[in-house]
């Protein structure tokens, strides 16, 4: 199927653990995207990448760090996880293509929760 | 900051058009209105978006107003798995500038 998958659905680890969350799309897309969804429901865009190439850095502590291995892959490795990182992370894709902003898909989420 | 003013909540009939508001009265001319939807506990799903035309696609019609000054999404026979958070966003049409969410409306739609 074509989609945007993110791995593990279901995190939970204790605090000042270090944890990476993986998301992969085969739509073709250029660009793919972190965003966080915290208890309260508010959606927040964290960082952006394009074609590898980093270019959206949301005021995010520096424990956060993406990595874009190609432009189908985008990993967000967070250290010495904090209570406070506890919320549903989203990871999404979209075609730039010549500049025109399309529609983004969005993979079904990671859960972390830290104890 | 989201540029955009949604009722919290609304509830529908199930059958019945769901009308979902908009206020974007500070839209330039640039950007576009983009609608997603997220059911509960998924990631948010791509509905529809248009510049300054009425649109519409297999799952919903936009409708905008000539000033550009709001819009309505329109679900025309809402059925229970149409329950869901619904975003209006505006946008550029081009450039990095991502998707910003507000807090959107909860449409409940009711047996």
């Known amino acids: 199927d074509t989609a945007v998958s993110q791995t593990p659905k279901y995190l939970v680890t204790q605090m000042g653990n270090d944890k990476s969350i993986k998301c992969e799309q085969n739509l073709g897309h250029d660009t793919m995207y972190w965003y966080k969804q915290d208890s309260k429901k508010f959606l927040k865009i964290m960082f952006s990448y394009n074609n590898k190439e980093l270019i959206i850095n949301e005021t995010v502590p520096n424990r956060f760090s993406p990595k874009s291995p190609d432009k189908a892959h985008l990993n967000l490795h967070i250290n010495s996880l904090e209570l406070g990182d506890s919320a549903v992370y989203f990871c999404?894709?979209?075609?730039?293509?010549?500049?025109?902003?399309?529609?983004?898909?969005f993979g079904s989420g990671t859960r972390l929760t830290v104890v | 900051d989201a540029k955009t003013t949604q009722p919290p909540s609304m509830d529908c009939a199930e059958g019945r058009a769901a009308n979902l508001p908009c206020n974007h009265s500070t839209i330039s001319g640039n950007e576009y209105v983009y609608w997603y939807r997220q059911i509960h506990s998924q990631g948010p799903q791509y509905i529809i978006h248009g510049l300054k035309n009425n649109e519409t696609n297999e799952m919903a019609s936009l409708i905008i107003t000539e000033d550009r000054k709001s819009s309505t999404l329109i679900l025309p026979h809402a059925t229970l798995r149409d329950t869901a958070v619904y975003y209006c966003?505006?946008?550029?049409?081009?450039?990095?500038?991502?998707?910003?969410f507000g807090k959107g409306t909860r449409l409940s739609v009711i047996a």
């Open positions: 999404a894709s979209s075609l730039r293509g010549t500049g025109v902003n399309y529609g983004y898909t």
């Open positions: 966003i505006v946008r550029l049409s081009s450039g990095n500038t991502p998707l910003v």
